[in-house]
């Protein structure tokens, strides 16, 4: 049994939920997962642990800072070891910016850090305007437009792709595998 640190970025639960069906894939193989989100006042080392798994949302073009100063602040640690990443972002529900060579904030945060996951993804994340703030909602509304998604008030649209998602954590159970 591998010990897999799960470090997860959510802002409205979505990369949270790509998290725990990432973590209850590796458990089906045997594996003791650990969910830690970024925000917790203590974040786990990579040490001591057989895989880590960085999910990170997206929100207005930025991965969370939290994410960026972890990644540089363990780069050793975690080009060390198998090691995996994931941005979950509402570009990615556009061909040809949902792969991680072609998605632009993933190539983005690679480009800002020295760690080099063995494993890197990108999701499309979902669109729940009624869930956010007057002020997150004119946003978020505005870089729809602009971007040419749905901006009628009142859409709910998950985007995700749930059977990459569940390949995603086949890969990352296989690497595993081919570690023991």
Same mark, same amino acid.
């Given at each position: 049994?591998?010990?897999?640190?799960?470090?997860?970025?959510?802002?409205?639960?979505?990369?949270?939920?790509?998290?725990?069906?990432?973590?209850?894939?590796? !458990?089906?193989?045997?594996?003791?997962?650990?969910?830690?989100?970024?925000? !917790?006042?203590?974040?786990?080392?990579?040490?001591?642990?057989?895989?880590?798994?960085?999910?990170?949302?997206?929100?207005?073009?930025?991965? =969370?800072?939290?994410?960026?100063? #972890?990644?540089?602040?363990?780069? =050793?640690?975690? /080009?060390?070891?198998?090691?995996?990443?994931?941005?979950? /972002?509402?570009?990615?529900?556009?061909?040809?910016? =949902?792969?991680?060579?072609? /998605?632009? #904030?993933?190539?983005?945060?690679?480009?800002?850090?020295?760690?080099?996951?063995?494993?890197?993804?990108?999701? +499309?994340?979902?669109?729940?305007?009624?869930?956010?703030?007057?002020?997150?909602?004119?946003?978020?509304?505005?870089?729809?437009?602009? %971007?040419?998604?749905? %901006?009628?008030?009142?859409?709910?649209?998950?985007?995700?792709?749930?059977?990459?998602?569940?390949?995603?954590?086949?890969?990352?159970?296989?690497?595993?595998?081919?570690? +023991?």
């Amino acid at each position: 049994m591998a010990h897999v640190l799960m470090l997860c970025s959510s802002t409205d639960g979505h990369t949270r939920k790509i998290c725990e069906r990432l973590g209850t894939a590796l !458990q089906r193989c045997g594996h003791a997962v650990s969910l830690a989100m970024i925000e !917790q006042a203590v974040v786990p080392a990579p040490i001591g642990h057989a895989l880590v798994v960085v999910g990170a949302r997206i929100r207005y073009g930025r991965t =969370d800072p939290r994410v960026i100063v #972890y990644a540089r602040r363990h780069a =050793d640690a975690l /080009n060390a070891m198998p090691s995996a990443y994931f941005s979950v /972002n509402i570009v990615a529900r556009k061909p040809g910016r =949902d792969r991680p060579d072609s /998605n632009p #904030y993933v190539r983005k945060f690679l480009r800002s850090v020295p760690w080099r996951p063995r494993c890197t993804e990108v999701f +499309a994340g979902k669109l729940d305007y009624p869930r956010y703030g007057v002020c997150d909602r004119l946003i978020i509304r505005f870089i729809m437009w602009l %971007t040419g998604g749905p %901006t009628a008030p009142g859409t709910v649209v998950e985007f995700t792709d749930w059977r990459r998602v569940d390949a995603f954590g086949d890969a990352l159970a296989a690497a595993l595998a081919a570690k +023991a």
